[in-house]
């Protein structure tokens, strides 16, 4: 793994080293906010609170024995590929590996609230995770001292898919991953999958915790004003993991360009390739059958130039709602879902 940051960790897999739709743990990005909470899952409870009728606190045990739920999901972090971004940016120097595919096995969220039993004004549902600490400056308006890892959802999406994992590719949650408990928001940026869940607030209105409305948001413009929102669905977008940036590759010859693809919500329709630099394009194969807020794996044949030189790879998804990607990144979006067709250089030789 490639370390981005020691103290709080950060990490990433070389993306050249894509193999199948499901990432080994190992070999699963990690980011956190803050240094690692130390659990004992003797006392660890998870609270249900806010407007609910009856308040609950679960053990690790008792978390174990509700109904269980298996699914497969695509998380990004919502900062991946900010190394192409011109000029850099400030923040996680992600290159294309801030991505991994798990399946999650848990509780539904849905079923948990059930539980609870919901009061009829709730509108949104907060996640706290137990690690907490003062975030790093970068220019935006700080709290005023530490604070927990807190974001939400909307009561809707709550009900509908979301998930309380303990189990990640058929073993118990890591302790970077976010053990004994983690929150999985399919087709959501990952920022909202709380890892090391405590508490889970059930709201009137909506949240503006700091890693809701300050960092992982950007301005959207709604008429003609720019309304401060949170980063939710990713965005379609796919990525080139073989060749490498700068890899030399042969000239006059066959290259299985590979790559994945994905998009929030929705399934990954068709991807194609350019090898000139975006003038001409050709449809990739998609490998694996498409599954909803799961990542498609692609290949495509390159017949390489005769001629040595230097020439660039694009990749452009489409999704089942028609959205495809953007040439240049969003500037309303600043260092956070970029997913426009990112440019791999290679040199023939
Ligand atoms: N409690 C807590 N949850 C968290 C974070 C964190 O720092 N603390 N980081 C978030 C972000 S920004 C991302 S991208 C994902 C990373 O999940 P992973 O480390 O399992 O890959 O967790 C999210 N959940
Ligand atoms: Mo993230």
């Known amino acids: 793994m490639i370390i981005l940051s020691k103290q709080p960790e950060v990490l990433e897999p070389p993306f050249s080293e894509l193999e199948d739709v499901i990432t080994p743990s190992e070999k699963f990005y990690v980011r956190d906010h803050f240094s690692r909470p130390e659990i004992d899952i003797e006392s660890w409870r998870l609270s249900i609170e806010g407007r609910i009728k009856k308040r609950l606190a ?8 509700l109904p269980t739920t298996s699914i497969t999901a695509t998380l990004e972090c919502a900062g991946n590929s900010r190394t192409f971004l011109v000029p850099p940016a400030k923040g996680v120097k992600w290159e294309l590996g801030g991505i991994g595919t798990a399946v999650w096995e848990g509780v539904r969220l849905s079923h948990v609230l059930d ?14 995770g137990s690690d907490m600490g003062e975030p790093e400056p970068d220019g935006k308006p ?14 809707s999406k709550a009900m509908s898919d979301v998930l309380l994992a303990y189990k990640m590719n058929g073993q118990e949650l890591s302790a970077k991953h976010g053990y004994p408990l983690r929150v999985i928001v399919p087709g959501w940026y990952a920022v909202a999958s ?3 869940l405590s508490n889970i607030i059930v709201s009137d209105e909506p949240f503006t915790g700091f890693y809701q409305s300050v960092d992982y948001a950007y301005w959207m413009e709604r008429h003609g004003q720019p309304v401060r929102t949170p980063i939710t669905k990713l965005q379609v977008k796919a990525a080139i993991a073989r060749p490498r940036q700068d890899e030399v ?3 006059n010859a066959a290259y299985e360009v590979f790559g994945a693809a ?6 990954i329709e068709r991807v194609d390739l350019s090898t000139d ?10 490998l694996n059958e498409s599954q909803i807020n799961t990542w498609r794996l692609w290949s495509f044949r390159w017949q390489t130039p005769d001629a040595p030189g230097t020439t660039t790879l694009l990749a452009r998804a489409t999704d089942t709602n028609g959205n495809t990607q953007p040439m ?3 500037r309303n979006h600043a260092d956070y879902m970029i997913h426009f067709c990112l440019p791999i250089k290679v040199q023939i030789q």
């Open 328 to 330: 240049q990144h969003d």
């Open 194 to 196: 709380v890892k090391w």
């Open 142 to 155: 700080m709290p005023a001292g530490a604070i927990h890892f807190e974001r939400s959802v909307p009561l």
């Open 58 to 65: 679960l053990g690790y045990e008792e978390i174990r024995a």
């Open 262 to 267: 994905w998009s929030g919500e929705s399934e």
């Open 277 to 286: 630099g975006g003038v001409t394009w050709n449809p990739a194969t998609l």
């Open 249 to 251: 590759v042969r000239r």
């Open 115 to 128: 539980q609870a039993g919901l009061a009829e004004e709730s509108s949104e549902v907060i996640f706290r």
